[in-house]
């Protein structure tokens, strides 16, 4: 299988996103983020994405229904039914052809904690599919810590396969969808980032774990492991995006005042500014 018939593949298998980093881009890695730590004789990491739909993040952008909608379809079943499918169902295509295909979610949980490793190279290995997706030529971390992609924005999950298939590479795409944005940290009513001496923004993980502006918990199997999506932050990003992104809808995401919830869950309404409407 070349390069072109296994994209094809995957978009044939209900892949979005598909993107080839190829092993000299990670060879050099640590470790413990290294994927040849995980399948010694990998040369391609395939990064495949999956986009949520819009309308997934309606129920918590309306404020009134959060597991319907976006708990099972943007998060949940998205990643774990619809997306480890098409990963399963690749890399088995993969496999048929004779090469070895090693499925993995998103989000990998860091192996056993022990000092022995495979041949003494690394444990507690742990890939960051949003490092891996860079790699792959598909979008950039943004300045609020989402991946993004100019198809989706933030609006996609990843899935992995490693494979000792040698496939071409795609050309990195460093994006720089953010630029004078800054309407992630505006929208955080925990003041959760801060600027750090590198003038770059950090993000308190503890305010956000306890955040019930759409916050979704997440688990470590997720590429997301604290879903922020389609919280305040993640859903001001969509508005943000909504006119710079590929994908176009005929309506603006945003409809109305935006709800917001204070740390002790006092739920106030923004009025939308001039630029959502
Ligand atoms: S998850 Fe909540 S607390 Fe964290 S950045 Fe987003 S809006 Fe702020
Ligand atoms: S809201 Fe703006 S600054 Fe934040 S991640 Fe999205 S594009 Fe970047």
Known sequence: MNTSELKSKARELGADLIGIAPRYRWVDW????????IMPACQSVIV???KILRGAFRGIEEGTNFSSTYHHYGYSWNEFTFLSRLIYNLAA?????????VPMSGGTPKGENTTSGNGGIASNVRLDSKV????????????????????????QRFGLILT???????????????KDCN?????????AYSLNQEQTWHLNSKICASCTNGQCGGVELSGEPLDRLASACGRACMVALEDKIEEKFHSKFRKRAVWQRDSMGKATLIPMTEEDK
């Open 30 to 37: 640590p470790a413990q983020s290294n994927p040849l730590s």
């Open 48 to 50: 495949v994405g999956r």
């Open 183 to 191: 309407a992630c940290i505006k929208a955080c009513p925990l003041q």
């Open 164 to 178: 000792d298939l040698e496939l071409k590479g795609d050309e990195i795409l460093n994006l720089d969808l953010c």
């Open 93 to 101: 295509a993969i496999e048929t052809e004779g090469s070895e295909a």
């Open 132 to 155: 891996l997706a860079h790699a792959a030529g598909l979008g950039s971390i943004g300045k609020g810590g989402f991946f993004l992609t100019k198809q989706y924005g933030h609006r």
